[in-house]
């Protein structure tokens, strides 16, 4: 079955020129979307990406996207230029798509949503693993009570593309990414989804994290001082009361894009490992198995969200496209399940504001989206 969107053709921006916005081109072309242009970070390399993605115009600036009378922008530049993109974009009412963090603070973040809310706009952030198939399959065992009562979520996120100390980029710099880095890049997706799949919610955060290199080239090539994160370790409690764990590393050697996570209830377990995004590992009393996407029926929303048979892998990508093609379909009216807004984007902004401030007193601190 294939992802519900819309026949209309939508005229679209991408603000970010970067390999996530190369996604997001993508997957606005294939939902069907007319792309009028692009803006990057220069004059000349917004023309350089148009040319190279075959669209008409090359923006030079926020102003000349919104004039442009698109219908929606996907914004995919640096951490720090979202929320001044976006609110000019939401005042002109049109729809975003704008990447994580949706703010580099959580007031910034939650301004932004409240801003999405009053202007009646489709506003969505891409926290896309929610589109993995088997994800959906777990998430509708959950709901139907298949795992009992959590008593432990835990997981962690690795990566090792900063293990290198000349490794660097905009992201290091706290001024242009925010003041976590790896908790914000990719902890974020953690959270979300953990959240998102167990129905569960972080209420506080008891967490640590440390640098790996104390300097990294800035942008003129000379050392400069690191103080985002390489790594973190986050302790939390839900709502509930059930405890978890997840550790978040950009240095982690051999690890490329590990988002692992294990729910464990008190009459079953599960277990989801991004690199290998086709099967769950399903754990039970003396009994455990792999479930593999499309084995059997499956849920509802295993099955919209299955492109391609089984056996042919789906990955990141495909997780993207189906975000995005919710994303079209919503504008038309449409509520596709499980799509992610600006309201998630101010939540996971406040989930990493509770672990800066954690690592800064060394003290349990309450998640409080809007305080």
Partial sequence: MTVSASTRVRRVAVVGAGMIGALHHRAAVLAGARVEGVLASRPDRSAEVATRWGVPTAFGSIEEVVDSGVDLVHVASPNATHAPYVRRLLAAGIHVICEKPLGVTRTEAVGLADAADAAGVVATVPFVYRFHPIVREVRAR????????????????????????????????????????????????????????????????????????????????????????????????????????????????????????????????????????????????????????????????????????PGHPQGFAHCMEAFVADTYAAVTGEKPSGLPTFEDGARSAAVVEAMLRSSESGSWTAVEVRS
């Fill in 142 to 309: 959950a709901a139907d009570g298949e795992f009992g009562r959590w008593t432990l979520l835990h997981g962690s996120y690795l990566q090792d593309w900063m293990l290198s100390p000349q490794a660097s980029g905009w992201r290091v710099d706290a001024g242009a990414g925010g003041a976590s880095r790896a908790f914000a890049d990719i902890g974020s997706h953690w959270c979300d989804l953990v959240e998102w799949v167990s129905g569960e919610r972080i209420a506080a955060v008891s967490a640590q994290r440390s640098v790996a290199f104390e300097h990294r080239p800035g942008p003129d090539g000379t050392p400069a001082p690191v103080s985002t994160e390489d790594s973190a370790v986050a302790l939390f409690r839900t709502h509930s009361g059930v405890l978890g764990s997840v550790t978040v590393s950009q240095v982690a050697p051999g690890r490329r894009n590990r988002l692992w996570f294990e729910l464990d209830g008190t009459a079953a377990s599960a277990v989801f490992d991004q690199e290998n995004p086709e099967q769950v590992w399903l754990g039970g009393p003396g009994t455990d198995r792999i479930l593999s996407r499309g084995h059997g029926p499956g849920a509802a929303e295993q099955q919209r969200l299955s492109v391609l048979p």
